[in-house]
Structures are given as C-alpha cells and as structure tokens.
C-alpha cells in the first residue's frame, strides 16, 4: 500500500495557475501509475490525467487537454500537476490515485484500476 497526500490547491481566479502535488510514502513509487481525478458537488468523479510509471506515457481529458500537464519525479516519491488558465468549470476536490503495475508505459483513466486514493486537495476557480 502506498499513502498518499496532495497540496497546492486553493481560490484562483479564471485564467490563473496552481500547481498541486501528490507526495507518496510506503511502497515504492517508481513502480506505480499515478492518476489525477475530481469531484465537483453533486457530480461523480471524472478522470483528468495520467502517467504511467516511468513517466513517458501521459493521457488527459479532453475537457483539461492543452491546459493542464501531469509530470513525476520519482526520486521524491511525487506526481505534479500543472493547471493553467484554469476556468470556474475546474472548480472541484482533486484527488491523486496511485496502482502498482509492471508495466513501464501503462496508464490508466477508470478510477477503479486504481487502489490507493490520497485524501483530496480543494481547487476554487472564481469568475
């Protein structure tokens, strides 16, 4: 099991950046997908980006693509997440998830391939 934190979130105005963190402890991170997802009130989870593993491969949601930029640096056990021109729209709790895999390139968007869920970090986007 891996344990999970996320930070950097807050109340940005539309247009403006912040930059969340995932930071891991426990089994070893290098060998895991990270996942980032959100939840707005009333609405279920969605899926906003991935990485695989070594960080080579990457996936995003289309409605966050161009925008937002997930990276990894395994020597400090830490996923990132980069979110730019941000919009009311991306107002949510986001939450990092985190599965073990042997695969160096798999990435994966159904929160249900993932085991491990930090506790959320609040993003606020005013207009």
């Known amino acids: 099991q891996v344990q999970l934190v996320e930070s950097g979130g807050g109340l940005v105005q539309a247009g403006g950046s912040l930059r969340l963190s995932c930071a891991a402890s426990g089994r070893t991170f290098s060998t895991n997908r990270v996942g980032w997802f959100r939840q707005a009130p009333g609405k279920e989870r969605e899926f906003v980006a991935a990485?695989?593993?070594?960080?080579?491969?990457?996936h995003y949601a289309d409605s966050v693509k161009g925008r937002f930029t997930i990276s990894r640096d395994n020597a400090k056990n830490t996923v990132y997440l980069q979110m730019d021109s941000l919009k009311p729209e991306d107002t949510a709790v986001y939450y990092c998830?985190?599965?073990?895999?042997?695969?160096?390139?798999?990435?994966?968007?159904?929160?249900?391939?993932?085991?491990?869920w930090g506790q959320g970090t609040q993003v606020t986007v005013s207009s």
């Open positions: 998830a985190a599965h073990p895999t042997s695969s160096v390139a798999g990435i994966a968007t159904d929160l249900r391939d993932y085991d491990d």
């Open positions: 990485i695989s593993r070594s960080g080579v491969n990457t």
